[in-house]
């Protein structure tokens, strides 16, 4: 079962550009709309999360817009760095739920 | 420091061998999951547990067991019966009760067979 779609599978983007990774999803009971962040060799972790109630949210230089009719959330990085070169994941969840991870995007940034 | 902490970091295992991973979390989180990650595959879920002494198989879980006989430990046991068990290992927690939260992950543990 496919619950969680993203994309694009990898991404590359000058150094201060937008980069745009995309999440749909299929379980309307989801409640929490995550971004993680995760470096070579390492465990992923919390970038920013989203909660139904709210179509976007703004943390420094990254974005989570949610569209809920549309059943996509998708992470904008504005003025890309090259230290944010990682792979990133969308996991949306619901209460005693268990997570359901996209493919992941590997984002490139070049200075 | 609250946390969860993946051990060992690297193994090896021979053909035909039992090697078990240890997952300790002190986060107090009643959630916790194991992930297997391939180049190019993502995060896998092989099982995952809500509460102590239940834990349910996710979507790769032949050839894995796990265990839940405390809240602060999910050991994975990677059986000779896994037929391609190299890879990239994550153990994560979190929270249950109301929405969603937030998952903590470890730093890991590679798999080789040798």
């Known amino acids: 079962q496919q619950q969680v779609k993203q994309s694009p599978q990898s991404l590359i983007v000058q150094k201060g550009g937008i980069s745009i990774i995309n999440c749909a999803y299929e379980n309307t009971a989801f409640d929490y709309f995550p971004w993680y962040q995760q470096f070579p060799g390492k465990g992923p972790a919390l970038l920013i999360a989203i909660r139904p109630d709210v179509s976007e949210k703004k943390e420094g230089r990254f974005t989570i817009s949610f569209n809920k009719s549309a059943k996509q959330f998708s992470l904008h990085i504005m003025d890309s760095q090259p230290g944010d070169s990682a792979t990133y994941f969308c996991a949306p969840t619901r209460s005693l739920g268990r997570l359901y991870f996209g493919r992941g995007t590997q984002l490139t940034v070049w200075p | 420091d609250g946390g969860i902490t993946q051990s060992p970091k690297y193994l090896f295992r021979k053909e035909g061998q039992n090697v078990t991973l240890s997952c300790e979390q002190n986060?107090?989180?009643?959630?916790m999951y194991w992930y297997r990650q391939d180049p190019g595959q993502g995060l896998r879920l092989i099982y995952y547990s809500q509460i102590v002494n239940d834990f349910q198989k996710g979507d790769i879980a032949e050839g894995y067991s796990v265990s839940r006989e405390k809240k602060e430990s999910f050991p994975l046991t990677v059986t000779s019966a896994q037929k391609n068990p190299t890879a990239f290992y994550l153990c994560a927690s979190s929270l249950t009760g109301g929405a969603g939260t937030e998952a903590f992950f470890g730093q890991g543990t590679r798999l080789t067979v040798v």
């Open positions: 986060l107090n989180h009643d959630a």
